[in-house]
């Protein structure tokens, strides 16, 4: 099946501080979808990008379809940012999703 | 509001009881799946269903059994024959079949087995 490999594992930020999260994948993909997991478990869902480039306030996200990787931007970040970050892919049109094993972020201030 | 709920969150058994974990959805969407976490990994699919009265066997389903009767809810029972039953175990939905539509996540329940 596709290989969704996630950089860096772990990451400690200092409050204020940007950051770039890497997934990369090994096939072409329909979907794709980055999440947060909160403290508590909950999955956020943070961006829908198959392709292209999105902004959703101090976060943002590019997917390369075509070399198979997608950037998740954090700027300025707060210690609400701490988490697992997960990106997920759709490979085949059938809407399952394959996780790769999340970033794990932690902002001390 | 529109959303997925799972219950219990927490839920307890003992080694040998089949359990059975709740997702309901009032977002009208079509498909619905099933995931589990255990520590410090990603989400690995357990089963999926397209449309009421059908569903398919994710990557990892032994030991696992649902139903979809309702489009509104995709239950979920944990059979004795599930080896390594304790995980954290997350529903969600989407609008599909036929395409691809952004997945969202229900709430988790989390299941030990003693």
């Known amino acids: 099946g596709i290989q969704v490999e996630q950089s860096p594992p772990d990451l400690i930020l200092q409050e204020g501080a940007n950051s770039t999260l890497r997934c990369n994948f090994s096939?072409?993909?329909?979907?794709l979808q980055w999440f947060h997991q909160n403290p508590w478990g909950q999955l956020i869902n943070l961006f829908y990008?198959?392709?292209g480039t999105k902004q959703n306030g101090r976060l943002s996200a590019t997917t390369v379809a075509t070399e198979r990787y997608s950037l998740l931007y954090i700027s300025s970040s707060q210690t609400t940012d701490s988490g697992v970050y997960f990106c997920?892919?759709?490979?085949?049109?059938?809407?399952?999703?394959?996780f790769g094993k999340g970033n794990q972020v932690v902002v001390i201030p | 509001d529109g959303g997925i709920t799972q219950s219990p969150k927490y839920l307890f058994r003992k080694e040998g009881q089949n359990v059975t974990l709740s997702c309901e959805q009032n977002?009208?969407?079509?498909?619905m799946y099933w995931y589990r976490q255990d520590p410090g990994q990603g989400l690995r699919l357990i089963y999926y269903?397209?449309?009421?009265?059908?569903?398919q066997k994710g990557d990892i389903a032994e030991g696992y059994s649902v139903s979809r009767e309702k489009k509104e809810s995709f239950p979920l029972t944990v059979t004795s024959a599930q080896k390594n039953p304790t995980a954290f175990y997350l529903c969600?939905?989407?609008?599909?079949?036929?395409?691809?539509?952004?997945?969202?996540f229900g709430p988790g329940t989390r299941l030990t087995v003693t």
């Open positions: 977002l009208n969407h079509d498909a």
């Open positions: 997920a892919v759709e490979p085949g049109g059938n809407n399952r999703l394959a």
């Open positions: 096939d072409s993909v329909n979907n």
């Open positions: 269903s397209q449309i009421v009265n059908d569903f």
């Open positions: 969600a939905s989407s609008k599909g079949p036929g395409a691809s539509y952004e997945q969202y």
């Open positions: 990008i198959p392709s």
